[in-house]
Nanobody, 117 residues
Framework: QVQLVESGGGLVQPGGSLKLSCAASGLSFINYRVSWYRQVPGKERELVADMNWGGGVTDYADSVKGRFTISRENAKNTVFLQMNSLKPEDTAVYYC??????????WGKGTLVTVSS
């Protein structure tokens, strides 16, 4: 059974940093395109950061470029999202997603990030 489990969320002051982790079981990230999304109540889920199957190409939402970095550690089957210079508008539930070229699509249950003084 495939599971994605996010961790690392919490309360942080504006300007602070957090590092989210997404650990996978039942699949190997090396075969999947991995992404981080976020969602605020009442709004659609938005793509934050994306990494292709080989791990060599990344893409970011304009709102987080230069502040967030997606990375992966294949040996540990874990994907990370380093978030720096956090702003109140980054407050959201952050979700990990893994999509295979053959169509398999998996989501974690999310981790809450709150940026507030």
């Amino acid at each position: 059974q495939v599971q994605l489990v996010e961790s690392g969320g919490g309360l942080v002051q504006p300007g602070g940093s957090l590092k989210l982790s997404c650990a996978a079981s039942g699949l190997s990230f090396i075969n999947y395109r991995v992404s981080w999304y976020r969602q605020v109540p009442g709004k659609e889920r938005e793509l934050v950061a994306d990494m292709n199957w080989g791990g060599g190409v990344t893409d970011y939402a304009d709102s987080v470029k230069g502040r967030f970095t997606i990375s992966r550690e294949n040996a540990k089957n874990t994907v990370f999202l380093q978030m720096n210079s956090l702003k109140p508008e980054d407050t959201a539930v952050y979700y990990c997603n893994a999509r295979a070229v053959w169509g398999a699509d998996y989501w974690g249950k999310g981790t809450l990030v709150t940026v507030s003084s």
